[in-house]
């Protein structure tokens, strides 16, 4: 076991380990990695990211409307897919989108697991500008992003839920939010997280319904969630298992502090996966 774990901010620096880990394997366990751009307006949420599996890539792309509509695709191969640094572009099935990121910074924590170590990075709040369009309808797009940045050596069966999403407070103020549990979930130095004006602030345990209908902190309050679609993957290959289900949707209720939730826009999750 290593020292010094959970660690989140800038102690994460201060550790004697490659961060973000390198691809190399640890012991039998190859490094997973994945990056996942998400964005959530109230007209249209779209989703994009890459996962390796040791040298195996797995590249996916999708966008939600609020009638229930999804257009997505999921491929080993590039799938007409390219996210290269701050830009993310997608030119497949009837749906084109061109991104610029302006990251910065972000809340970086590792935990162990299983022995071994994870690390992962969570932006909120991102400015994304650029172009979204599907079949042939093009529209401007001048939004805010989440970006997940994870790798590490995860255990060979690894399960959570997971909850991103932004919005506005009642009175008016940006708000998004990074919840988890079954990864970085320890109860202090986790990757939980509220942002309110791009300020972040480490939130307590959660835990999630079953449906994925609800969400709900330890510390008061809770966020309920309305699908307007879902991305589903279910792959069984023997040595690799996955059971994935992510909703697209709309939040309300009551974040820790009293923060109310006028409108909230963003995903629900549950991954369970052998790898």
Not at 186 to 192: H, I, K, T
Not at 195 to 205: A, Q, S
Not at 250 to 269: A, D, I, N
Request: charged share 30%; glycine share 14%.
């Amino acid at each position: 076991m290593i020292d010094g774990l959970p660690a989140r901010g800038a102690r994460v620096r201060e550790l004697d380990l490659e961060i973000p880990p390198r691809r190399r394997r640890l012991g039998s366990r190859p490094l997973k990695r994945w990056r996942y751009v998400g964005v959530y307006e109230p007209g249209l949420m779209l989703c994009v990211g890459e996962a390796h599996v040791g040298p195996v890539p797995r590249r996916w792309w999708a966008v939600a409307m609020p009638d229930g509509r999804l257009v997505e695709r999921t491929t080993v191969g590039r799938g007409g897919l390219r996210l290269d640094g701050s830009r993310v572009r997608v030119d497949a099935g009837g749906v084109r989108i061109d991104l610029r990121l302006e990251e910065a910074g972000g809340v970086e924590v590792v935990s162990p697991h299983g022995g071994a170590w994870i690390w992962t990075r969570k932006q909120a709040e991102v400015p994304a500008r650029g172009r979204v369009e599907i079949d042939g309808e093009p529209r401007e797009l001048d939004a805010r992003a989440f970006i997940d940045d994870s790798a590490g050596y995860h255990a060979r069966q690894t399960a959570w839920h997971w909850s991103a999403g932004n919005g506005r407070l009642d009175d008016g103020r940006r708000v998004a939010w990074n919840l988890v549990a079954g990864v970085h979930d320890a109860p202090r130095d986790s990757e939980r997280t509220v942002w309110v004006e791009g300020e972040p602030r480490e939130v307590g345990p959660v835990r999630f319904a079953a449906d994925l209908s609800c969400v709900t902190f330890a510390e008061g309050g809770a966020l309920d969630f309305r699908e307007w679609c879902v991305r589903e993957d279910h792959t069984n290959l023997g040595l690799f298992r996955s059971d994935y289900r992510q909703p697209f949707g709309t939040f309300s209720g009551e974040l820790p502090g009293g923060h109310r939730v006028r409108e909230g826009y963003g995903v629900m999750e549950v991954h369970d996966v052998r790898w």
